[in-house]
Nanobody, 121 residues
Framework: QVQLVESGGGLVQAGGSLRLSCAAR????????VAWYRQAPGKQRELVAA???????NYAETVKGRFTISRDNAKNTVYLQMNSLIPEDTAVYSC???????????????WGQGTQVTVSS
C-alpha cells in the first residue's frame, strides 16, 4: 500500500510558475516509478510526466520544455516544476506510483487525491 499526498496547486496567471509536490507515505518509495497525470473538465486523464526509480524521465509533448519532474528519495517526494503556464494547463493534477515496462510507464492503483491548478489568461 502506497499513500500519496499532493500539494502546491493554486491559481496563477499565464506565464507564471507553480511547483507541485507528491509526498509518499511508504518506506519503499524509492523502488517505484512515479507519474503526474492531469484531467481537465470534460477531457480524458492524460499522462503529463513520469520519472523512473533511477531518475529517467519522460514528458507529454504539450509540456516538454516547460515542466520538469524530479524526485528526492530521502524525502519520499516527487516534484513537478511547471513554468510558462498557459490556460490549457488548467486541470486537476494527480500523482501515481507505478513502474516502467520497457519505455512505457504503467500505473499501479495508488493515486493521490489531486490538486487543482488554474491558469488565468
Amino acid at each position: 500500500q502506497v499513500q500519496l499526498v499532493e500539494s502546491g496547486g493554486g491559481l496563477v496567471q499565464a506565464g507564471g510558475s507553480l511547483r507541485l509536490s507528491c509526498a509518499a507515505r511508504t518506506s519503499t518509495f524509492s523502488i517505484y516509478a512515479v507519474a503526474w497525470y492531469r484531467q481537465a473538465p470534460g477531457k480524458q486523464r492524460e499522462l503529463v510526466a513520469a520519472i523512473s526509480e533511477r531518475g529517467s524521465t519522460n514528458y507529454a509533448e504539450t509540456v516538454k520544455g516547460r515542466f520538469t519532474i524530479s524526485r528526492d528519495n530521502a524525502k519520499n517526494t516527487v516534484y513537478l516544476q511547471m513554468n510558462s503556464l498557459i490556460p490549457e494547463d488548467t486541470a486537476v493534477y494527480s500523482c501515481n506510483a507505478g513502474t516502467y515496462i520497457g519505455t512505457r510507464y504503467v500505473s499501479y492503483a495508488w493515486w493521490g487525491q489531486g490538486t487543482q491548478v488554474t491558469v488565468s489568461s
